[in-house]
């Protein structure tokens, strides 16, 4: 069974930028859609962007689009979540899921993502 772990959270200024990555630690991702959400305290879940398998397809919700940057590294069965120009509204902490259908529609339309990460907070600063 896949297992997936989230870095690279942490505390930065309005304005800055993190990379957050997401490692399957056991198991293979390679084929796999794989994305972000984020949850910010007394909000629900939210998505944030996906990736399909082969890195070719992305898709982000419209708050981040042209901010933040979705991509992946087979060889390093890692996803990434590049940020930037980050504002205090992130402030969340970002789940990385990985799903067995490979393209972003089976991503978001199912109702059950095969593996999610344990989350990392992410806090920007006004």
């Known amino acids: 069974q896949v297992q997936l772990v989230e870095s690279g959270g942490g505390l930065v200024q309005a304005g800055g930028s993190l990379r957050l990555s997401c490692t399957a630690s056991r198991g293979t991702i390679s084929t796999y859609s794989a994305g972000w959400f984020r949850q910010a305290p007394g909000k629900e879940r939210q998505f944030v962007a996906v990736i399909n398998w082969s890195g070719t397809t992305t898709y982000y919700t419209d708050s981040v689009k042209g901010r933040f940057t979705i991509s992946r590294d087979k060889t390093r069965n890692t996803v990434y979540l590049q940020m930037d120009s980050l504002k205090p509204e992130d402030t969340a902490v970002y789940f990385c899921?990985?799903?067995?259908?490979?393209?972003?529609?089976?991503?978001?339309?199912?109702?059950?993502?095969?593996?999610w990460g344990q989350g990392t907070q992410v806090t920007v600063s006004s």
């Open positions: 899921a990985a799903h067995a259908g490979g393209s972003t529609t089976d991503f978001i339309g199912t109702q059950s993502l095969t593996a």
